[in-house]
């Protein structure tokens, strides 16, 4: 997918471009300075940086990665923040987008970032997602750059806001919903349920036979001719229908054009669930129409998956931001959305 949130170590990430919160002077910082600089080969890059001397808030530079499994560093000085008043998130979001334009620049296919600011800088972790998400999004809408925004442990991520806090309530109530919807449902006898009072006695829910396994009066050749419309199908028909055009698309579900370009190529395409409910997302379909759009890939919501109610909450709310689902998804431990 073109965006996506991992956790891991961004030294050890495999991109093109690995991007470094830098000190502003020509000396090693701490943090995810200091891990690049370890395990990049600290004389080597420390002479590279030295040639790019001092570097202000928002600004940006771009040295070979060395030891790294990357062919470069793009370093980035964040800002200290200072209580909001001050110009940070415009200074945050300078760094974003002088990063990704040096590594396309560079002819980069893939970048990696850190969370900027969020550490020994002090900026809020929620501002410095939202900025992040931002300016990568923003970005992406004109390009087919795959950009990684690295996560070192849960502590690093925070998400707030009023449609997190519907989510978590959300959530919560499904699961103090859960035991009455897993109670046993008995039929008393006579109920319409068995066939009326003359029905025999039977135990209680147990359904009858409803005759499914007789005898069917076509044959399978029939059966097969009137197939209804694939998922394929049916999705392209939705997409002419609203207007949109390929790019709208799978830029808005967080898909790769090749990715979609095999969807358009295969009438007997069989979307994974992610996909599917991201292409939802993408065509703002309300609840309804997004499990019919499942129901032709065999798939369903359930309100026994945490995936489903947070992505069944947002559908009903109207939350099509597939960048804000994909966050709020990554900080309970789901699958994110696109392919």
């Not at 707030?160 to 039929?187: D, L, Q, T």
């Not at 006898?189 to 009326?196: H, I, P, Q, R, T």
């Not at 945490?306 to 939350?319: G, R, S």
Request: proline share 5%.
């Amino acid at each position: 997918m073109p965006f996506e949130i991992i956790r891991n170590d961004i030294t050890k990430v495999r991109a093109d471009a690995v991007v470094n919160t830098a000190n502003p002077h020509v000396a090693v910082g701490s943090g995810v300075d200091r891990a690049i600089y370890e395990a990049a080969g600290r004389d080597a890059l420390l002479a590279e940086r030295a040639v790019i001397g001092e570097l202000r808030p928002g600004e940006c530079a771009a040295t070979p990665a060395f030891e790294l499994p990357a062919k470069y560093i793009i370093h980035t000085v964040g800002p200290a923040w200072e209580g909001g008043s001050s110009g940070e998130i415009e200074t945050l979001a300078r760094c974003y987008r002088g990063c990704l334009e040096k590594a396309e620049e560079l002819k980069c296919g893939s970048v990696a970032f850190p969370l900027i600011s969020s550490g020994t800088y002090g900026f809020p972790k929620d501002a410095a997602l939202k900025t992040a998400v931002s300016e990568i999004s923003s970005f992406l809408f004109g390009s087919d750059m795959t950009v990684y925004l690295v996560v070192y442990n849960k502590e690093a991520f925070e998400i707030s806001g009023k449609v997190f806090s519907g989510v978590k309530s959300y959530i919560e109530e499904s699961e103090i919903r859960a035991p009455e919807r897993s109670r046993n449902v008995y039929f008393p006898e006579g109920s319409s349920v068995f066939g009326g009072a003359s029905a025999p006695r039977r135990k209680a829910g147990i359904l009858p036979s409803l005759g499914i396994l007789k005898r069917p009066s076509k044959s399978i050749d029939d059966v097969i001719k009137e197939k209804d419309e694939t998922f394929q199908q049916y999705l392209f028909r939705i997409i002419d229908r609203k207007g949109l055009t390929d790019p709208e698309v799978y830029k808005k579900a967080n898909i790769d054009r090749k990715h979609f370009s095999k969807i358009r190529g295969n009438v007997d395409y069989n979307p994974s669930r992610k996909t599917a409910l991201a292409l939802a997302v993408a065509l703002e379909l309300n609840l309804d129409e997004t499990r019919d759009l499942l129901l032709k890939a065999g798939l369903a919501l359930t309100h026994s998956s945490t995936f489903d109610l947070i992505m069944e909450y947002c559908i009903e709310h109207k939350v099509y931001d597939i960048y804000e689902i994909n966050c709020i998804l990554f900080s309970y431990g789901q699958p994110t959305l696109g392919a």
